[in-house]
């Protein structure tokens, strides 16, 4: 059905394809949950992926499982790795720290909370004056490599030090480094931004006590190897 990552009695591990919701959605296609609910065992879950990332999704076995692992999320302890195409010449080898709130927007999006305009970047730092409505949304970003083609692209490497919807979606267009395919986000007629799919692919998660599971990259213009960490 789905390519099992791990599995022991408490934790599947699975390598979710892009363009499958985890959830019901308005498009009444068939949905991840739905087909794993249909292979007879009760799954518990742990984290979410969105519609059209693909890669390492945790489900639990048992409800005790899924408490511990919630727990974990929530207090940050999980270690979560993306790659990620986006427009333009992001800068390469160094780590940068994107600190940006957020707020919901119009029409089911999120946005920075603050004006673009204020957003600033200090060295390796990328911040904005917090609106009294955001939400705390940190971002790691480390440029791989640059693509050769007509429209220039980077690879990045990104670590979500928070948790929030759309953060690594929201957090790179808003610094003008739109993931290619975001529909949402970025400018889907813009040449430069064309992908038959969202290009953000999470390749590796570490739980602290459960290890560390890698997603395989393929058929998305992903390199074969990545980076494991920063």
Known sequence: MFDIIYEDQDLRVYNKPADISLLRDRSGRPDFWQALQASGE?????????????????????????????????????SKYYLAWVTGLFPCADTYRITLPL???????????????????????????????????????????????????????????????????????????????DHLYGKPNDPAQTARRLMLHCHRIVVPGRGSFTAPISGANFPARAPASY
């Open 103 to 181: 707020c919901k927007g119009r029409k089911s999006r999120y946005r920075v909370a603050g004006n673009r305009v204020d957003i600033k970047q200090n060295g390796h730092n990328f911040d904005i004056q917090q609106d009294r409505q955001g939400v705390a949304a940190v971002t790691l970003a480390r440029g791989l490599i640059h693509s050769n083609e007509k429209n220039p692209r980077t690879l990045l490497l990104l670590r979500p030090l928070s948790g929030r919807t759309h953060q690594l979606r929201v957090h790179m267009s808003w610094l003008g480094f739109p993931i290619l395919g």
């Open 42 to 78: 009760k799954p518990y879950m742990v984290h979410r992926l969105d519609k059209g990332t693909s890669g390492v999704l945790l489900v639990a076995r048992r409800q005790r499982v899924q408490s511990e692992l919630t727990r974990a999320f929530n207090a940050q302890t999980v």
